[in-house]
Structure formats: C-alpha cells, structure tokens
C-alpha cells in the first residue's frame, strides 16, 4: 500500500456501500422469516 490516503478513503465508502446493501439484504430476509 504507497499511497494509503484516497485508495483507504474509497475503499472505506466501498465497505459502507456494502454494508448498508447487506442490511438491507438482512431486513428483508427478517420480513420473510417472521411472515412464515
């Protein structure tokens, strides 16, 4: 890693990114256990 400044910074709003879909991914499989 030489330059860790913007690379760090863009793969930190790539792992946001990814969490927030995995939780939305989460909520929805939520709906669909408390449904059945």
């Not at 330059?3 to 939780?23: A, F, K, M, N, Y």
């Amino acid at each position: 890693m030489m330059d860790s400044g913007p690379s760090q910074r863009r793969l930190r709003s790539v792992i946001r990114d990814i969490t927030s879909e995995l939780q939305g991914v989460d909520s929805r499989f939520e709906g669909v256990r408390l449904r059945s």
